[in-house]
């Protein structure tokens, strides 16, 4: 399954690029370099212009695991933000790349650690 499209906010694609810089020295390097090439297949639009219904960062997205067929409701946060226990999830965690940029609808093969894959299905976004 190709890639689907994704969109970002120009003020989350500079967030971003900020986040890459500084994680891609650190124990978060590969999920940095994962992000930056996220950022790389991106189309960036105003704020004012990001499609209804796409993940950005804040968003709160209800997701389906199409492997398991578990759904959860997690909000996307910065790294720092990150409190799993309130289903804020970092977008350097394997969901959280996952997620950023996809809209309504999208699914996404993506890789998890330890070499397995998982399909996502976005269900929807608040």
Same mark, same amino acid.
């Given at each position: 399954?190709?890639? +689907?499209?994704? @969109?970002?906010?120009?003020?989350?694609?500079?967030?971003?690029?900020?986040?890459?810089?500084?994680?891609?020295?650190?124990?978060?390097?590969?999920?940095?370099?994962?992000?930056?090439?996220?950022?790389?297949?991106?189309?960036?639009?105003?704020?004012?212009?990001?499609?209804?219904?796409?993940? %950005?960062? @804040?968003? /709160? !997205?209800?997701?389906?695991?199409?492997?398991?067929? /578990?759904?959860?409701? !997690?909000? #996307?946060? =910065?790294?720092?933000?990150?409190?799993?226990?309130?289903? @804020?999830?970092?977008?350097?965690? +394997?969901?959280? =790349?996952?997620?950023?940029?996809? %809209?309504?609808?999208?699914?996404?093969?993506?890789?998890?650690?330890?070499?397995?894959?998982?399909? #996502? /299905?976005?269900?929807?976004?608040?």
């Amino acid at each position: 399954m190709s890639l +689907p499209p994704i @969109h970002l906010r120009a003020s989350d694609q500079r967030t971003l690029e900020h986040l890459v810089q500084s994680a891609s020295e650190g124990p978060d390097a590969d999920s940095a370099a994962r992000l930056d090439e996220e950022l790389a297949r991106a189309t960036v639009v105003p704020d004012h212009a990001l499609p209804a219904g796409t993940v %950005a960062l @804040h968003s /709160r !997205v209800r997701v389906r695991d199409e492997t398991t067929q /578990r759904v959860r409701d !997690v909000t #996307l946060v =910065l790294p720092h933000q990150a409190a799993p226990a309130q289903s @804020h999830i970092s977008i350097l965690s +394997p969901l959280g =790349l996952a997620l950023i940029g996809l %809209a309504t609808r999208d699914r996404i093969d993506w890789p998890l650690p330890g070499g397995k894959h998982t399909r #996502l /299905r976005v269900l929807h976004v608040d």
